[in-house]
């Protein structure tokens, strides 16, 4: 059974940093692209960033350019997105996705996600 799992999201103050992670089990995605999507409440899922199988190629939402890095461990099968400069407007909650083919930014590009991990931005 395939399984995305996410953790380290929580409260942080505006301007903070939080580290997301997702370790996937059940299959390997070495070969897959993996990504990040968020959905802050009343709105739809957006695509965040994601990370090509070799981990050198990368794609951001122009939102988080800059601010936020995803990287990719895969002896470990995990992905992981660094997010500095946090701001209200980060406020989601966070989803792990696998696996596209590409650099794709629509979530049904992916066929495997996780249960989502909060991030709560405050003042």
């Known amino acids: 059974q395939v399984q995305l799992v996410e953790s380290g999201g929580g409260l942080v103050q505006a301007g903070g940093s939080l580290r997301l992670s997702c370790a996937a089990s059940?299959?390997?995605?070495?070969?897959?692209?993996l990504g990040w999507f968020r959905q802050a409440p009343g709105k739809e899922r957006e695509f965040v960033a994601a990370v090509k199988w070799s981990g050198r190629s990368t794609y951001y939402a122009d939102s988080v350019k800059g601010r936020f890095t995803i990287s990719r461990d895969n002896a470990k099968n995990t992905v992981s997105l660094q997010m500095n400069s946090l701001q209200f407007e980060d406020a989601a909650i966070y989803y792990c996705?696998?696996?596209?083919?590409?650099?794709?930014?629509?979530?049904?590009?992916?066929?495997?996600w996780g249960q989502g991990t909060q991030v709560t931005v405050s003042s």
């Open positions: 059940g299959r390997t995605f070495s070969r897959c692209t």
């Open positions: 996705a696998a696996c596209s083919s590409g650099l794709e930014t629509l979530s049904s590009a992916y066929g495997y």
